[in-house]
């Protein structure tokens, strides 16, 4: 739908949710506009709270909307009974005329909204990420385009029928897997060592390396010397491709499933592009023979 296109800006979102360019005349496209708001807001990094305060005022601002197509009635009818020259029984029905014109138009353009406006704190309430976990994700997992999903999503929340949280496997990164996790969010292979030294050598941090150690040890159940040659050396290795062994590509195959399920899809392919590097067969020469 071009309506829901996924790279506008949060201003021009904003502006069509006021226009009311996203209430449409069925349920499931109200979650549908949704479903595409909270996804404009997520990318210029708002959080959902931001988005639910946006739904909520939004009201108000269709309710002083009303005002307009009111104040056109009333000055259709003073119109119609005291500037038209015609006969006294004409102006009745062009006033009838005028005020059922006015209130087609509100029926049309402003009706659905107001049914919308009363749901909006159903909606909420059903998908409040600190109360309904499950719910939330299911509807983060909604395609803005899915009118079939969004329909069951819709009964089910006016049903009030929560959604359960699918049982996840138990988190077995280990230490060497989530360090290396933590190196690919910051950015270019060697950065979360970087960081360490820079804090370090920060005099307004009066950290040291061994204590930054030790903490990362409890944290991920390690000891602080494997913390430490993981930071300065296996997680460069590993990122840098260089003879690595089975046991490491399986661990960036662990890594990149976590950025799947976080859907952080640049991440999975950053690493995915490294395994398909490591994994793609090496071609050679040996006494002009051409070899794998």
């Known amino acids: 739908m071009k309506k829901f296109d996924p790279n506008r800006l949060l201003w021009q979102y904003k502006l069509r949710e006021y226009l009311l360019l996203f209430d449409g005349y069925s349920e499931e496209e109200r979650i549908l506009a949704y479903r595409y708001g909270w996804h404009i807001f997520s990318s210029h990094r708002q959080h959902f709270e931001d988005f639910s305060i946006f739904i909520l005022r939004r009201k ?9 197509p009111i104040l056109i009635a009333f000055l259709s009818i ?24 006015t ?6 353009l402003i009706g ?5 406006i009363r749901e909006t704190g159903i909606f909420l309430k059903y998908v409040d990420p600190t109360e309904k976990l499950a719910n939330f994700r299911e509807f983060e997992n909604l395609d803005f385009k899915d009118k079939k999903a969004a329909l069951l999503f819709y009964e089910n929340m006016r049903a009030k029928r929560d959604y359960n949280l699918l049982e996840t496997p138990e988190n077995k990164l280990d230490k060497t897997e989530k ?10 292979p060697g950065t979360l060592n970087e960081l360490i030294n820079k804090l370090c050598l920060n005099p307004n941090c009066s950290l040291s390396k061994e204590g930054v150690y030790r903490v990362l040890g409890e944290i991920l159940t390690a000891s602080p010397d494997n913390i430490k ?5 296996r997680v460069g290795e590993i990122r840098s491709g260089t003879n ?20 952080l899809g640049v ?26």
């Open 112 to 116: 659905n909204t107001l049914k919308n």
């Open 267 to 292: 991440k999975a392919s950053e690493v995915d592009r490294l395994i398909d590097t490591l994994e793609s067969p090496r071609v050679g020469l040996k006494n002009g023979v051409e070899y794998h």
């Open 244 to 263: 690595l062994s089975q046991k490491r590509i399986d661990q960036l195959g662990n890594v990149k499933a976590i950025f799947n399920q976080a859907k």
């Open 229 to 233: 040659k993981d930071i300065t050396k």
């Open 179 to 188: 360090l290396l996790a933590i190196d690919f969010l910051l950015g270019e």
């Open 60 to 68: 108000w601002f269709i309710y002083m909307s009303l005002v307009y």
């Open 103 to 108: 209130a087609g138009i509100i029926y049309n």
């Open 78 to 101: 003073l119109l119609a009974l005291s500037v038209l020259t015609i006969e006294v029984t004409m102006k009745v029905p062009l006033a009838i005329l005028f005020s059922g014109i």
